[in-house]
């Protein structure tokens, strides 16, 4: 019970880290640019949190998985990228405060986790 004790302390507090570190994950399905609602409503998240912190910048970050054709997979990294910073932009978040970095086709992360966007707070 002893050692049980630091650790639920740990995770109390990480379940308490509301702040601009935290990152936002929205998942795709496969070769898609559509969001669905649940998508929506992380980039919502997202742009509330940017409304709390207006002088961090927001980082937008687009994956695809490679499926042979790099340069279609690219393409998709960015075309998501770019979706999800409109989609902040939409929800309030100045288009000034975004920036949209695509990343190389991968999959190094899974079939679902190299189909996503990240969205991080970053500090001046």
Do not use: W
């Amino acid at each position: 019970m002893r050692r049980l004790f630091p650790v639920l302390a740990l995770c109390l507090l990480a379940g308490c880290t509301t702040g601009p570190g935290r990152k936002y994950v929205v998942f795709f399905s496969e070769s898609s640019t559509t969001l669905d609602d649940a998508s929506k409503n992380v980039i919502s998240e997202a742009a509330a949190m940017a409304a709390k912190y207006p002088q961090a910048d927001v980082r937008v970050e687009g994956y695809a998985r490679a499926n042979g054709d790099l340069s279609a997979d690219s393409a998709l990294a960015i075309d998501r990228a770019k979706l999800v910073a409109q989609q902040l932009s939409d929800d309030g978040v100045a288009a000034s405060r975004i920036s949209q970095h695509p990343r190389a086709p991968s999959n190094a992360d899974g079939t679902v986790g190299a189909r996503r966007v990240e969205i991080e707070f970053v500090s001046h």
